[in-house]
């Protein structure tokens, strides 16, 4: 089996503008030690992530602990946001046509289309491995949904104050056969 340990960052710093460069809190960076802790006795092969600051700092610690160096891999970026797209009437929207997006933001489908890339390049080459991956809230969401379409706006609602927020998807082959939440730290959204 391949175990896909999905990190969704800890806490960021909304203050910074720049999606990419925006970095933790300090609480952000003190729940880091929780992911240390919940992926400690589990054996890691390989540990990937989004090039966004915020998700290779939230696994970083638990990289170093295993001895692995983090890969990057641009397709595990966050969904591209248009301006005043976080608020829970786009987000219904989204959620509803997946492929809707604002003037100048991505649609969830193209978010899950290279996501879910990603995920199989991941799953064809590191078959039977244990695998860290630094993702974000709704790069996750998107592929939850692509395993189970039951998984939407609610689904996305739930999990959007889980930071950071580790889940294991463990694959036969190319085909989910498990999901287990692993850690939950619940933050306000702001």
Known sequence: MTNVYFVRHALPDYSCADAALRPLTEEGMRDTAEVVRAMKDIHLDFAISS??????????????EHGLKIELDDRLHERISGRDSNNHEMFQ??????????????????????????????????????????THGTALSSILHYYDNSFGVEGFLRIINFM????????????????EEILIINKPFE
């Not at 600051?53 to 990289?63: N, P, V």
């Not at 649609?107 to 860290?132: F, K, P, W, Y």
């Not at 950071?164 to 999901?179: A, S």
Request: proline fraction near 3%; charged fraction near 30%.
């Open 51 to 64: 090039p966004y600051k915020r998700s290779i700092d939230t696994i970083k610690q638990t990289a170093d």
């Open 93 to 134: 929207k989204r959620w509803a046509d997946l492929s809707f997006c604002e003037s100048d933001g991505e649609c969830i489908q193209s978010v899950m289309d290279r996501n879910i890339a990603a995920l199989n390049d991941i799953l064809e080459t590191h078959e039977g491995e244990n695998i860290l991956v630094g």
């Open 164 to 179: 950071p927020y580790i889940i294991r998807l463990g694959f036969e082959g190319m085909e989910l056969v498990e999901k």
